[in-house]
């Protein structure tokens, strides 16, 4: 009798550690249909958001941009294109645009992080500096475009200095140093921002490897270029991105200062796309948006290769 319990209860340890095992592995799927359940309902009203508000009207402009017009929607494929980029005030709109922003995000980036290491060393009024170039941040844009103007008028500020030297009074905002007022604008606006970012950067990078690179008697010129540089990529590339995207939004401040047709340099791809949809006129800026929007994604990609080039080393 021993013998045959001592049978059942070896058949019996078997069964219970197979019935154990399928019971976790059920309740490891259980879990994990759970969870992705949980991620599905926490993502969707974020996902139908952006699918409603940005997805679906791209598309709808990708739409409007292969047709001959929204009531006579003949498929017509790069006719629309070829118009507006045979069209003189695309051509003026797109060149003021692409200078602009060859000028004003180089400098961006570049002066945001020569604020930022200055303010790293020991200066006195440190804090005092950091809010000078923040309060930019704070003053709406309508307050800054009045200062400007005030400013940079042909019988402003500037020109009252500049007439006790002797100098010629100028029209800033219609002359050919139009685009530099915009370009001060910009920096005025977006640098303090900017070297925040830079600064907390700075704040991320190993401190042993400065004081490696200190004790083995490296320049402040080497460091710079072979440690800091290079951790900084990331966010040298977070800056740039967003300086160009910033860039391409300038236009609130120049309708403001300029209206709807301003100096010839001051004529952005936003007056045009503006104009064109005051005109009625859906397939040419469909047309016109797709095409920026293609240049945007084009910049974008080659500014994250050559981050990845550049930066590889120092993630690996």
Known sequence: MKAVKEKKVKNKAPREKKAGKARKAWDKGNDKVRDVLHSVAFLTPSVAGVAMFFILPFLV?????VIRSPMNPEFVFLDNFLTVLNNP????????????????VPLAV?????????????????????????????VPVASVVLIWQVVFHYRGTLNVILD?????????????????????????????????????????????????????????????????????????????ILSIINSFKVFREIYLLT???????????????NNTFNNLDYQKMSSAAVLMALVMVALIALLFKVEDIFGKDVEG
Request: hydrophobic fraction near 55%; proline fraction near 4%.
């Open 61 to 65: 402009v990708v739409y409007y941009s």
């Open 89 to 104: 005030s695309f051509r003026t709109a797109a060149k003021n645009t692409a200078m602009f922003s060859s000028i004003a």
């Open 110 to 138: 570049v002066l945001s992080l020569a604020l930022a290491l200055m303010l790293e060393c020991r200066i006195p009024c440190k804090s005092l500096l950091r809010t000078f170039f923040l309060s930019p941040m704070m």
């Open 164 to 240: 006790n030297f002797g100098v010629t009074a100028v029209d800033w905002i219609n002359s050919p140093y139009c685009l530099l007022v915009i370009v001060v604008l910009f920096l005025w606006k977006n640098l303090g921002y900017n070297m925040i970012l830079f600064m907390a950067a700075l704040n991320n990078i190993p401190k042993d490897l400065l004081e490696v690179a200190d004790v083995e008697g490296a320049s402040a010129a080497h460091k710079f270029f072979n440690i800091k540089l290079r951790y900084l990529s990331p966010t040298v590339l977070f800056v740039a």
């Open 259 to 273: 209206g709807d047709y301003p100096y010839d340099g001051l004529y952005m791809m936003q007056h045009f796309m």
